[in-house]
């Protein structure tokens, strides 16, 4: 089983950026790079979103029309880590982000297996 670990929220203006982290290990203490990686979001009263993806190479890349040309995202596989860099942020992103696990890229909650507990970002103007 896969363990992953959200860093990096907290809070921040309108504009202002953020780097999300998600350390992945498993039992042994090493986790294989063999995982396509997604960020998920999921603000007050709203239901989980889905923000981002990444093949586990990392050189193929899905984003939600929303997340359109401000957020990147990107892996370290040397590292087990996976980051989400979040650019022009709006009050609208405020929102819990997960980052998941699946064994390939998908926009679907259903494909990934693997959960992370979450980081909170609130962005106020």
């Known amino acids: 089983q896969v363990q992953l670990v959200e860093s990096g929220g907290g809070l921040v203006q309108t504009g202002d950026s953020l780097r999300l982290s998600c350390a992945a290990s498993?039992?042994?203490?090493?986790?294989?790079?063999?995982?396509?990686m997604g960020w998920f979001r999921q603000a007050p009263g709203r239901e989980r979103e889905f923000v981002a993806a990444?093949?586990?190479?990392?050189?193929?890349?899905v984003y939600a029309d929303s997340m359109k040309g401000r957020f990147t995202i990107s892996r370290d596989n040397a590292k087990n880590t996976v980051y989400l860099q979040m650019n022009s942020l709006k009050p609208e992103d405020t929102a819990v982000y997960y980052c998941?696990?699946?064994?390939?890229?998908?926009?679907?909650?259903?494909?990934?297996?693997?959960w992370g507990q979450g980081t909170p970002v609130t962005v106020s103007s």
């Open positions: 990444i093949s586990w190479r990392g050189r193929t890349t």
């Open positions: 998941a696990a699946a064994p390939t890229v998908t926009r679907e909650e259903g494909g990934y297996a693997y």
């Open positions: 498993t039992a042994s203490g090493r986790t294989s790079s063999s995982y396509a």
